[in-house]
T-cell receptor
Framework: KNEVEQSPQNLTAQEGEFITINCSYSVGISALHWLQQHPGGGIVSLFMLSSGKKKHGRLIATINIQEKHSSLHITASHPRDSAVYICAVDTDKLIFGTGTRLQVFP | DVKVTQSSRYLVKRTGEKVFLECVQDMDHENMFWYRQDPGLGLRLIYFSYDVKMKEKGDIPEGYSVSREKKERFSLILESASTNQTSMYLC????????????FGPGTRLTVL
């Protein structure tokens, strides 16, 4: 079993829909990262959090340390949000989930 | 802005060739990392470095070596490329210590024929 599990693996949505991507982990962590990877490969960091909730524009990330679970929400989704979203947990190194491929159609 | 650059976006090599992948960062970061990314497996750590001339094996170091002669540059070396090393290779850097954001390069898609 992977130490970091993401769901769903693939997600399609219509523009404007509310999106939720989930991440569960089985190890002790000091922080959790949400990353975005667009076609072509470049990865950018969206959030790093160790408790509670963070918001940036239409993106919201939450983490529940006791349940070892995090969610990434996208409100009012747009086609430009189409990307792979990757959850990674910080132990003594980063352990990555396999990603959620999101496609948002107009 | 932090900038991490990689020497090539696409590379095609033949089995047995020696391959050098170069990574340069311009923000004086102490930590540098090399990952490979394969479908269904996510990113896996090959090697990392916390300082000049220092290197540590990651989860999948077999078939690879690294060099860090200068703080800003971290090189990944495939001594004798094999077809199972066909992959996307991503370099990253971060400040010293844990819990720091990693900044990623654009990736090099390597094909070994």
């Amino acid at each position: 079993k992977n130490e970091v599990e993401q769901s769903p693996q693939n997600l399609t949505a219509q523009e404007g829909e509310f999106i939720t991507i989930n991440c569960s982990y089985s190890v002790g962590i000091s922080a959790l990262h949400w990353l975005q990877q667009h076609p072509g490969g470049g990865i950018v960091s969206l959030f790093m959090l160790s408790s509670g909730k963070k918001k940036h524009g239409r993106l919201i990330a939450t983490i529940n340390i006791q349940e070892k679970h995090s969610s990434l929400h996208i409100t009012a989704s747009h086609p430009r949000d189409s990307a792979v979203y990757i959850c990674a947990v910080d132990t003594d190194k980063l352990i990555f989930g396999t990603g959620t491929r999101l496609q948002v159609f107009p | 802005d932090v900038k991490v650059t990689q020497s090539s976006r696409y590379l095609v090599k033949r089995t047995g060739e020696k391959v050098f992948l170069e990574c340069v960062q311009d923000m004086d970061h102490e930590n540098m990392f090399w990952y490979r990314q394969d479908p269904g497996l996510g990113l896996r750590l090959i090697y990392f470095s916390y300082d000049v001339k220092m290197k540590e094996k990651g989860d999948i170091p077999e078939g690879y070596s690294v060099s860090r002669e200068k703080k800003e540059r971290f090189s990944l070396i495939l001594e004798s490329a094999s077809t199972n090393q066909t992959s996307m290779y991503l370099c990253a850097s971060s400040l010293a210590g844990g819990d720091n954001e990693q900044f990623f390069g654009p990736g090099t898609r390597l094909t070994v024929l």
